[in-house]
């Protein structure tokens, strides 16, 4: 039998409690709450994996990973015909023209319950992922309602919400309620690690995430903001020949700033050449024609000097050295 595995980060309360589970003890209605940015999306999909799994299994949670059904969980987006995911706030009975399930932000009545009463593709189960649901009709929720009170074989259906109050009192109570608390710092800073980010961004994240991967993706944007606002005021200055404080070169920061001051000297030599060229930081348009045109040789000098300095950023250099050596360069450029 090969080894199964269940790869998600956090969420001990969940897995404890669907871990205790048989196929056999397996509810059709689950109600996944908490704040948003706690992966319960992510161990609904996990779950609809094991489900799903071909592989033998004698509890619920678990999956081995290579099987032809796992195969279609791989990526980004899972394709797998028998998982039906629905993103976002589902408005059940919007309208009613039949419409596809993965497509538009509405769902008819009709469309839940055909998607309800479908067979599985496989012969196997049917997993279908709802977000945030609310009702625009009454005919809508009593659809959702028949299914609860006579649910179709092998169909298992989960709600996931931030606000479980919303949810129509007949429907919440036929729905298994599984709470995902906040996550801890160090389960935040791992997923982020996951998603490729460096230590230190996964730290920082991590500590200004209060348990929520969105909140901490939110804030990274904003030190990434900030961090682009700091070069770009850096690099106008260094260009028109002052001596502007250096704030942007750090360890972490150095290839990312480079990036932006090589972009913005692409935009310079473009904005002095030919008009109607498109900018890629429109924002700085003005700002950039007002500066001195750059001569072709002087422009293949200086993106030379960049692509050293990207060159040093991975080596032991000191960060501020390599913030001297551009400087020194953006302004012998005038
Ligand atoms: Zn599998």
């Given amino acids: 039998m090969n080894e199964l595995r269940f790869d998600v980060v956090g969420a001990e309360g969940a897995k404890r409690f669907f871990g205790a589970l048989t196929p056999q003890t397996l509810a059709h209605a689950y109600c996944f709450t908490g704040p948003s940015g706690v992966g319960k999306k992510t161990f609904a999909r996990r779950l609809a994996q094991s489900l799903l799994c071909l592989a033998p299994h004698s509890g619920v949670l678990g999956y081995d990973g290579t099987c032809s059904s796992c195969a279609l969980f791989r990526g980004e987006n899972a394709r797998h015909p028998d998982f039906l995911e629905h993103e976002g706030v589902l408005r059940i009975g919007e309208r009613d023209a039949p419409a596809a399930f993965a497509d538009g932000e509405a769902l008819s009545a009709r469309d839940l319950v055909r998607q309800l009463s479908m067979q599985s593709y496989s012969g196997g189960m049917r997993v279908l992922l709802l ?16 299914f609860l009170e006579e649910p179709p ?13 919303r949810l129509l009192e007949t429907i919440r109570s036929r729905v298994v309620e599984v709470r995902f608390p906040p996550l801890s710092n160090a389960d935040v800073a791992e997923i982020l690690r996951r998603m490729h980010y460096g230590d230190a961004d996964a730290q920082l994240g991590a500590s200004l995430s209060g348990g929520s991967v969105t909140r901490a993706l939110a804030a990274l944007e904003q030190e990434e903001e900030s961090l682009r606002a700091a070069v770009v005021r850096w690099f106008f200055e260094s260009v028109e020949g002052k001596s502007p404080q250096e704030l942007w070169a750090t360890r972490e920061t150095l290839t990312e700033g480079l990036e932006t001051i090589k972009m913005l000297v ?23 024609r007002k500066l001195r045109p750059l001569g072709r040789r002087e422009a293949a000098a200086l993106l030379a000097k960049l692509d050293e300095a990207a060159r040093l950023a991975r080596t032991n250099v000191s960060p501020g050295l390599i913030g001297e050596f551009v400087r020194m360069a953006l302004t012998s450029s005038r």
């Fill in 131 to 146: 977000g945030d649901v609310e009702f625009a009709t009454l005919h809508a929720a009593n659809a959702l309602l028949k």
């Fill in 153 to 165: 074989a092998g169909v298992v259906m989960i709600v996931t919400t931030a606000t479980p109050g």
């Fill in 266 to 288: 692409r935009d310079w030599i473009v904005a002095g050449g030919h008009d109607g060229v498109a900018l890629m930081s429109v924002d700085h348009a003005d700002r950039l």
